[in-house]
T-cell receptor
Framework: EAGVAQSPRYKIIEKRQSVAFWCNPISGHATLYWYQQILGQGPKLLIQ????????DSQLPKDRFSAERLKGVDSTLKIQPAKLEDSAVYLC???????????FGPGTRLTVT | DAKTTQPTSMDCAEGRAANLPCNHSTISGNEYVYWYRQIHSQGPQYIIHGLKNNETNEMASLIITEDRKSSTLILPHATLRDTAVYYCIVGNTGNTPLVFGKGTRLSVIA
């Protein structure tokens, strides 16, 4: 079974620029999550989708971050404009239902200079 | 905030059992204990979960105390590939999010 795919794996941008990350979850998984992991810390949930609807986006900085999941499959996470403190690994995960057995992708490492 | 307390780091000799403790003294009756691990430069990987009874799968065993206030993840024969950060998480199934703490950094030494 193919795992969660993410791209790009690495991205370096300057502050105030915009960036987008893409995630393709495991086929058939209804729930999709985006996490932010700052160096030395555990992942922090940014947003959770159930099919193409948002379940939880309480920790998403909505003034600069946006996410969508079109047709309940792929998802994109965008940051505009980026700040230095956005430097982190952005992880996408999916699960067949809203459980704690989540499957994570390899992540995108973002560096903002 | 994470509802668990774990040691920052542990060492284990290769081939020996690794016992990773977790304290979750405020766990409520319908909350599960979940364990994930994160190998360097990879996303977290689900290991095991339990409610009250001890659980075992091909990766590990989970021992939960009778009062459910603490648990231990056991890797029976640790290998170098088990070197990772191990996260203990408590919560309900459903739409409540995973809340990761800082975990325990396990180093398996040859």
């Amino acid at each position: 079974e193919a795992g969660v795919a993410q791209s790009p794996r690495y991205k370096i941008i300057e502050k105030r620029q915009s960036v987008a990350f893409w995630c393709n979850p495991i086929s058939g998984h209804a729930t999709l999550y985006w996490y932010q992991q700052i160096l030395g810390q555990g992942p922090k949930l940014l947003i959770q989708f159930q099919n193409n609807g948002v379940v939880d986006d309480s920790q998403l900085p909505k003034d600069r971050f946006s996410a969508e999941r079109l047709k309940g499959v792929d998802s994109t996470l965008k940051i505009q404009p980026a700040k230095l403190e956005d430097s982190a690994v952005y992880l996408c995960a999916s699960s067949p239902d809203s459980t704690y057995e989540q499957y994570f992708g390899p992540g995108t490492r973002l560096t903002v200079t | 905030d994470a509802k668990t307390t774990q040691p920052t780091s542990m060492d284990c000799a290769e081939g020996r059992a690794a016992n990773l403790p977790c304290n979750h003294s405020t766990i409520s009756g319908n909350e599960y204990v979940y364990w994930y691990r994160q190998i360097h430069s990879q996303g977290p990987q689900y290991i095991i979960h339990g409610l009250k009874n001890n659980e075992t799968n091909e990766m590990a065993s989970l021992i939960i105390t009778e009062d459910r206030k603490s648990s231990t993840l056991i890797l029976p024969h640790a290998t170098l590939r088990d070197t990772a950060v191990y996260y203990c998480i408590v919560g309900n199934t459903g739409n409540t999010p995973l809340v990761f703490g800082k975990g325990t950094r396990l180093s398996v030494i040859a």
